[in-house]
């Protein structure tokens, strides 16, 4: 499975962006796909996820209610749709994706966006 993540930039604080995620390859019989973020400095920390199936919705907290993520099953891309921007969103973003439906650990990665927020 390959992940190419795009749509980062920069933008002014109360801004929005969208980031988009493609997936190629043997895709069937993914379970999940997520984002991640990671500051300058920082650990990476999970943003969000939804079911391959494009159901099931997850925040975490820090960005629920201002990030929603969807997915279009027929372009078998993943999207993240950041409104409200803060500079504390600045980051490079990773789309991930996995098979597990145990664990929750994911396999595949893109490569990151960097999104930064002026304030």
């Known amino acids: 499975v390959q992940l190419q993540a795009s749509g980062g930039g920069l933008v002014q604080a109360g801004g929005s962006l969208r980031l988009s995620c493609a997936a190629s390859?043997?895709?069937?019989?993914?379970?999940?796909a997520g984002w991640f973020r990671q500051a300058p400095g920082k650990e990476r920390e999970f943003v969000a996820s939804?079911?391959?199936?494009?159901?099931?919705?997850y925040y975490a907290d820090s960005v629920r209610g201002r990030f929603t993520i969807s997915k279009d099953n027929a372009e078998n891309t993943v999207f993240l749709q950041m409104d409200s921007l803060r500079p504390e969103d600045t980051a490079y973003y990773y789309c991930?994706?996995?098979?597990?439906?145990?664990?929750?650990?994911?396999?595949?990665w893109g490569q990151g966006t960097l999104v930064t927020v002026s304030s």
């Open positions: 939804i079911s391959w199936s494009g159901i099931n919705p």
């Open positions: 390859g043997r895709t069937v019989g993914l379970y999940a």
């Open positions: 991930a994706a996995r098979r597990n439906s145990v664990t929750g650990q994911y396999e595949f």
